[in-house]
């Protein structure tokens, strides 16, 4: 009875430890998030530097891909140009040194001078490279 009540205790501070964990990844990606959305919103190149990978790939719902110096480059140039930008609907989940992030997207946008708006359903891959949450990939669809 006392091995049955052992092996529980364990596998329970085990399992509370590994959500611990899980909580922190989950806070650490939710934090790169809001600052890859606040750099994209100031189109602030350092920012978006330090929380993208060098190997991004950056897709646009009308299928065009970016790489990491394209997707800089037309945010701290003003050529993408982002006036507000509100996510919902947020989801992350946390595999090992890999994040999936869904959520819903929508702008304002002033690109070239020519105001718009978008609704977006985005998903993000994060990756934890030597300590600190990238983004190495992003697809997005529009929504209707």
Wanted: aromatic share 6%.
């Amino acid at each position: 009875m006392k091995k049955v009540l052992y092996l529980f205790v364990v596998l329970f501070i085990t399992a509370l430890a590994a959500q611990a964990q899980q909580s922190k990844d989950e806070k650490e990606v939710a934090a790169a998030v809001a600052t890859l959305r606040q750099g994209m919103l100031d189109g602030n190149k350092t920012v978006l530097d330090q929380v993208t990978s060098a190997d991004l790939t950056y897709g646009h719902s009308n299928g065009k891909l970016e790489d990491k110096a394209t997707f800089i480059s037309v945010l701290a140039s003003g050529e993408n140009d982002f006036v507000t930008m509100d996510v919902t609907d947020q989801t992350i989940k946390v595999l090992g040194n890999t994040a999936v992030v869904r959520h819903n997207f929508s702008a304002k946008t002033n690109n070239g001078g020519t105001p718009a708006s978008t609704k977006l359903a985005v998903l993000l891959i994060w990756q934890k490279q030597q300590g600190k949450w990238k983004l190495i990939a992003r697809q997005a669809t529009k929504l209707t």
